[in-house]
């Protein structure tokens, strides 16, 4: 199955062949490495290489590192699990600008709202019915986190109907986690309670009528409306900062 690694680059060698062997079929989940002895001759490589080879493997989500008598190396099966949490981790310590979330998130679940109109079936209208049911049922208690919450389901439940894996990886790992710029920038209160559930109302409703370029242009407005919200209360907060800074400044002086 593999053969003696490069020498030149040994290192890369060894995670490409056994990378190459999992994604193209030749070892499958579950199956198990052969011992790292057998390995180390097959590749011509040193235990210390090998050990760290097979760490990278693992750590890209590929196999899993089993020590004790049952011990090996197990391959995994390939998922979105390793893109995910990436992402997340990305969104999550707030490396990404409100502008260039809000860029992605205008193409994303623009397409994403065009490609579930297309595809939705009537049980996906109703699902999505029962969530802006639950979304409505919010506004009236003015249970913020409560109506995010709907409104994350629902956002996540257009990516399941388009039944792309990577646009439900893409969609859930930046609704789980964007809830930190909200915090921080969004106040969504009872004016802003009302719009967005307009908004989902109004996408659900091109979704009936079968129009996605509607659904498209709704999705995208609503991502650049409330970034706009977002960025005045992020300026406004700096601008109070910055004033602060100079009065206590002249203080000093």
Do not use: W
Request: hydrophobic share 40%.
């Amino acid at each position: 199955m593999f053969k003696t690694a490069v020498q030149n680059r040994i290192f890369q060698d060894v995670v490409d062949q056994i990378q190459d062997a999992i994604l193209d079929g030749r070892l499958q989940a579950g199956d198990v490495l052969p011992p790292e002895r057998e390995l180390k001759e097959m590749f011509g490589t040193s235990r210390g290489t090998l050990r760290e080879a097979l760490r990278v493997l693992e750590q890209k989500g590929l196999i899993k590192i089993r020590v004790g008598v049952a011990g090996g190396s197990i391959v995994r099966s390939v998922n979105t699990d390793q893109i995910s949490e990436s992402l997340a981790l990305l969104v999550q310590s707030q490396q990404v600008s409100l502008e260039q979330l809000a860029e992605f998130r205008e193409g994303i679940e623009g397409i994403v709202a065009f490609k579930a109109t297309v595809r939705a079936s009537r049980a996906d209208l109703e699902r999505l019915h029962e969530i802006l049911q639950e979304a409505k049922a919010c506004i009236g208690r003015r249970d913020r986190d409560a109506f995010l919450h709907a409104d994350k389901m629902f956002h996540m439940a257009l990516a399941q109907i388009t039944g792309n894996p990577i646009f439900k990886t893409l969609v859930h790992s930046v609704h789980e986690n964007i809830h930190r710029y909200y915090d921080a920038f969004l106040s969504m209160e009872a004016p802003e309670l009302d719009e967005n559930y307009q908004d989902l109302r109004n996408l659900l409703e091109a979704m009936e009528k079968g129009r996605p370029e509607e659904s498209e242009k709704i999705a995208a407005r609503h991502v650049q409306r409330f970034n706009a919200y977002m960025l005045e209360k992020k300026t406004s907060r700096q601008r109070s900062k910055s004033q602060l800074k100079e009065r206590s400044n002249h203080v000093r002086a």
